[in-house]
T-cell receptor, first 113, second 114 residues
Framework: EDQVTQSPEALRLQEGESSSLNCSYT??????LFWYRQDPGKGPEFLFT???AGEEKEKERLKATLTKKESFLHITAPKPEDSATYLC??????????????FGTGTRLQVTL | DGGITQSPKYLFRKEGQNVTLSCEQN?????MYWYRQDPGQGLRLIYY???????QKGDIAEGYSVSREKKESFPLTVTSAQKNPTAFYLC?????????????FGEGSRLTVL
C-alpha cells in the first residue's frame, strides 16, 4: 500500500525566515510526486511534479526536491501570502493511465509579519 | 475561463436523505475524480472515471454513487448508506494521455449532515 507522511503538521514562520517541509513516501514504483497548495475552504492548486531522484523544480520562493525516499519543499524568504496548507501526493506506475494519487495529510504553514 | 465548477459550495442534509453534488469541467479532460477530505486526513479517492459511461471505485466508495453520461459532467450522490457523510468533497479532472498526472481541482463542496 502506498503511503505518504508529511512533517511537520504545522509550521509558523516569520516573514523572511526560510524553512523546509518534508514528505516521506513509500510506493510500489514512483511514477510522479506532486506538491499542491491549498487555501482554507478551497480546492488544491498544483505546484510541481517530480519524476525521478535528483530532480528539482522552482517557482518563485518555492523549490521542490526529490530523493528515493522523500521530497522537500524549500521556502525561501517567505511572505504572508505563502500561508496555506501544502499537500504532497504520489502516483504509482501500477495505477494505469488514471491519475490516482495518494495524498499526505499536509503541512499547515503560517507566515507572520 | 477553463476550469472545474462544483455546486453547491455548502449543503446541509438531514440524516436518511440522499444528496447529489455537481461537478462540471470545460478543460476537455477525459478523466474525472471525486475525493473526500476530512480534518487530519489526506484526500481519499471515492470514485473515478476515465471515459464516458464507465467508472471505477476508489478506496472509499461505499455509500456513494456516480454517473458519467457526458464527458464534461461527473455528479456524485451521497446516499443514506454513507455512515459519516459530513466532509469536504473535491472534484478533479486530468488529461489521460499527457503523462503529467496533474490533477485540476474544483473549489469543493462542504456537506453537513444535521
Amino acid at each position: 500500500e502506498d503511503q505518504v507522511t508529511q512533517s511537520p503538521e504545522a509550521l509558523r514562520l516569520q516573514e523572511g525566515e526560510s524553512s523546509s517541509l518534508n514528505c516521506s513516501y513509500t510506493v510500489s514504483g514512483l511514477r510522479g510526486l506532486f506538491w499542491y497548495r491549498q487555501d482554507p475552504g478551497k480546492g488544491p492548486e498544483f505546484l510541481f511534479t517530480l519524476y525521478s531522484a535528483g530532480e528539482e523544480k522552482e517557482k518563485e520562493r518555492l523549490k521542490a526536491t526529490l530523493t528515493k525516499k522523500e521530497s522537500f519543499l524549500h521556502i525561501t524568504a517567505p511572505k504572508p501570502e505563502d500561508s496555506a496548507t501544502y499537500l504532497c501526493a504520489v502516483q504509482a506506475w501500477d495505477t494505469g493511465t488514471a491519475s490516482k494519487l495518494t495524498f499526505g495529510t499536509g503541512t499547515r504553514l503560517q507566515v507572520t509579519l | 475561463d477553463g476550469g472545474i465548477t462544483q455546486s453547491p459550495k455548502y449543503l446541509f442534509r438531514k440524516e436518511g436523505q440522499n444528496v447529489t453534488l455537481s461537478c462540471e469541467q470545460n478543460l476537455n479532460h477525459d478523466a474525472m475524480y471525486w475525493y473526500r477530505q476530512d480534518p487530519g486526513q489526506g484526500l481519499r479517492l471515492i470514485y473515478y472515471s476515465q471515459i464516458v459511461n464507465d467508472f471505477q471505485k476508489g478506496d472509499i466508495a461505499e455509500g456513494y454513487s456516480v454517473s458519467r453520461e457526458k464527458k464534461e459532467s461527473f455528479p456524485l450522490t451521497v446516499t443514506s448508506a454513507q455512515k459519516n457523510p459530513t466532509a469536504f468533497y473535491l472534484c478533479a479532472s486530468s488529461g489521460l494521455f499527457d503523462n503529467t498526472g496533474e490533477l485540476f481541482f474544483g473549489e469543493g463542496s462542504r456537506l453537513t449532515v444535521l
